[in-house]
């Protein structure tokens, strides 16, 4: 598949994704949105019904003519004071008939009791009884399903001031719970969105009742949108997670097929160069001008043995990392003197080396090197990274190996100049097939699968390998052997 088809499914898919994120969006905040509409209204009707309740209880109190305490002040007090005052002046002010010298007391009191029905105190906070208030409004909070928390208050409108808050009263001048000094929450209220204007009867509302919920988006969230964001939340993290190991297989698979065309490639290729010498050899030997001379012979059957030696070999890399995959190999574990393996891999790749002007050195400081392992692979561990180091040193390399005691074994580091590698390359090195790319460096065979055995052979020999790699720099192979092998470790 071809890497634009790819990132089309991708967009697509992303796209689909994305769209599905939305809506579960949209319908959570819908379901939100109605959670708090709802609410609202709720809360609206409890106060206009507060704000009816408390017009008919000052109504009721009057027409029942009962000395009811309206904040500090009775009917009873209210007609007293008022008969002390002069009946003409009683008279103008009120515009009724004026009281005559001889009229009794009782007859005075009725008089005074209808003028007080007419002539309402001026003040807000003289009109309510604040338990009445406290009882009713949470009564009706509690009628229309509010069990929440919330404060409450009575706002003066000529004052601009809370007068009453959550049952006390916050002025002077009142003998039952009186408050000296303003709440903190006296400002919440101020922002509150719900209230309701009270006595509309009157010319001008003497104030307002303003009520505030802390936690009112207990509510807004409550119900199925927990539920439903929660499973929403679950279900777009399946889905995307699904979604990116997708993307993720698809890009693995698709690196791993351009890996093993490339490894084909190579295959075919490296064994062509020796197919082709063994023909023009056997070729070459059946000519009757070369039959009759032995030497010439001898030099073409060499020829054909080394080539098909060469191709067992890269045969024999295949089939080896085959077995590796399936854990199907058996090691031979022996007491290995690790330095005498890096000379013997040194002297062998020092004559490849020096032929592009280069130079292999050994620095074995390690005072204790002998390790158990097994001792083909170990060699071939080691002639591996030469050969690595060389092959990626375009010209005059310079390969170091340095060896060192640590806790439990010994260290060996393999360092060159050459190419190095990316960031983004270390990540893969150790892969199967994998090639590092080597821009105009052409002349890099291989299939691939050198720094993979590696790996694989330092984790059967229960060993760590690690790599540091700058571009243009080099790059520095740093190999963990422990003293002791351990089959269950």
């Not at 003066?156 to 003998?175: A, M, R």
């Not at 690595?388 to 360092?415: C, D, F, L, M, Q």
Request: aromatic fraction near 8%; charged fraction near 25%.
């Amino acid at each position: 598949m071809k890497k634009n088809a790819i990132w089309a499914i991708v967009g697509l898919m992303g796209a689909a994704l994305l769209a599905i994120i939305l809506l579960q969006a949209y319908w959570i905040n819908g379901a939100i949105t109605l959670n708090e509409s709802q609410f609202d209204k709720q809360v609206q009707e409890a106060l206009n019904q507060v704000a009816i309740g408390l017009k008919e209880f000052e109504d009721e109190e009057l027409d029942n003519k009962k000395p009811i305490s309206r904040g500090g002040l009775t009917m009873a007090m209210a007609a007293s004071s008022l008969l002390k005052s002069e009946d003409l002046i009683i008279s103008q002010k009120f515009k009724v008939p004026s009281l005559q010298q001889g009229a009794t007391e009782s007859g005075k009191a009725k008089i005074i009791q209808e003028l007080y029905k007419t002539r309402k105190p001026e003040k807000v906070e003289d009109r309510i009884d604040r338990k009445y208030l406290r009882d009713y409004l949470a009564r009706e909070l509690k009628n229309r399903g509010i069990n929440i928390g919330y404060e409450y208050g009575v706002l003066s409108n000529f004052t601009d001031q809370f007068v009453i808050q959550n049952g006390n009263y916050l002025i002077s001048g009142y003998s039952e719970d009186k408050v000296t000094e303003m709440p903190e929450s006296n400002s919440v209220l101020r922002k509150s969105e719900y209230e309701v204007d009270l006595f509309t009867t009157d010319i001008n509302s003497p104030g307002k009742l303003v009520l505030y919920f802390p936690k009112k988006s207990s509510v807004v969230w409550g119900g199925d949108v927990w539920r439903t964001l929660i499973a929403s939340f679950i279900s777009t993290a399946i889905v995307l997670s699904c979604f990116l190991y997708t993307v993720k297989v698809i890009f693995t698979q698709k690196k791993l097929s351009e890996m093993r065309t490339d490894f084909i490639n190579n295959m075919t290729h490296e064994f062509k160069t020796p197919i082709a010498t063994i023909s023009l050899a056997a070729d070459s030997i059946t000519n009757p001008s070369i039959l009759s001379n032995q030497e010439k012979i001898k030099r073409f059957a060499k020829i054909i043995k080394q080539e098909n030696k060469r191709m067992n070999n890269q045969v024999e890399k295949v089939l080896q990392m085959a077995s590796l995959d399936k854990e199907d190999f058996d090691l031979n574990i022996t007491s290995l003197n690790l330095h005498e393996i890096i000379e013997r891999a040194a002297t062998n790749a020092k004559l490849k080396v020096e032929r592009k002007d280069g130079e292999v050195t050994t620095h074995l400081k390690a005072t204790d090197a002998y390790i158990e392992g097994d001792l083909t692979h170990i060699s071939n561990i080691m002639n591996n990274l030469l050969d690595n180091a060389n092959k990626y040193s375009p010209e005059n390399p310079k390969i170091s190996v340095h060896t060192r005691n640590v806790s439990g074994g010994v260290e060996v580091i393999v360092s060159d100049h050459g190419i190095g590698m990316r960031k983004d390359a270390l990540k893969h090195i150790f892969d199967k097939f994998y090639r590092v790319h080597t821009g105009n460096l052409h002349d890099v065979k291989g299939f691939g699968l050198g720094l993979s055995y590696v790996k694989a052979m330092m984790v059967a020999h229960k060993g760590q390998i690690n790599v540091k790699s700058d571009l243009g720099k080099g790059s520095t192979f740093i190999l963990t052997f422990s003293k002791k092998f351990q089959k269950n470790a």
